[in-house]
């Protein structure tokens, strides 16, 4: 299995609350990626990144901003958390012959 | 951007029996990969099968198949001999192969229960 965590697995916060995620790999792969997981909508992307200080927006990064100084480290923060931000998190990182994905194992965010 | 699209919700199948989940997509490239990811109750997401588009035949996992059929943009895992560890979530994923920042795009996902 790839060397992803991350931190925290659980957390319950209040609405405009600042949030931060952080996702840590052991594998030094170049691409990793924030994903957010809600019923009927699959994962979606929040933000990536393809280098150190290089991230790029995904499909829903509204509200989200993310930061990457360190190769195996990738945060994502949550300025003023809102309800609508109750979520799942994934991290990714990518990887393989195939470029295929690899997860981490997902933080419950949930914002009273 | 590219769709994924998964129409079945909910997927139920005997113990032993062979289940086939379905899976489209929608894209104006040639050349990409394809996926299908598990998520078991534990939320971990592991990679079962992938594909590359330009490659005819189709990929085979112990008893994981895919049927990919590329002009109808359709790719169906096949699961044979199911097991009661095979219940979870089921997603179809695509990945172009020239684009940057290889982004995955995900389906809603299929839920598989398996009937003892």
């Known amino acids: 299995d790839a060397g992803i965590t991350q931190s925290p697995r659980h957390k319950v916060t209040e609405t405009g609350t600042p949030v931060t995620l952080r996702c840590h790999q052991t594998e030094n792969h170049r691409y990793m990626y924030w994903y957010r997981q809600d019923p009927g909508h699959g994962l979606r992307l929040i933000h990536y990144s393809y280098g150190v200080k290089d991230t790029d927006k995904g499909e829903v990064s509204d509200g989200y901003s993310v930061s990457r100084s360190k190769t195996e480290d990738f945060l994502l923060t949550l300025e003023s958390a809102t309800s609508s931000q109750t979520s799942v998190y994934f991290c990714?990182?990518?990887?393989?012959?195939?470029?295929?994905?690899?997860f981490g194992p997902g933080t419950r965010l949930t914002v009273l | 951007a590219q769709t994924v699209t998964q129409s079945q919700p909910e997927m139920s199948v005997q113990e032993a029996e062979t289940v086939t989940l379905s899976c489209t997509y929608d894209?104006?490239?040639?050349?990409?990969?394809l996926f299908w990811y598990k998520q078991p109750p534990s939320r971990q997401m592991i990679l079962v099968i992938r594909q590359e588009a330009y490659k005819q035949q189709n990929a085979t996992e112990n008893r994981f198949s895919v049927n990919f059929q590329k002009a109808a943009k359709s790719f169906s895992l096949k699961i044979s001999d199911s097991q009661l560890g095979d219940a979870a979530m089921y997603f179809c994923a695509y990945r172009t192969r020239a684009g940057a920042g290889n982004q995955f795009y995900f389906g809603t996902g299929t839920s598989l229960t398996v009937i003892p």
């Open positions: 990714a990182i990518g990887g393989g012959p195939y470029n295929e994905q690899f």
């Open positions: 894209t104006s490239e040639s050349d990409y990969y």
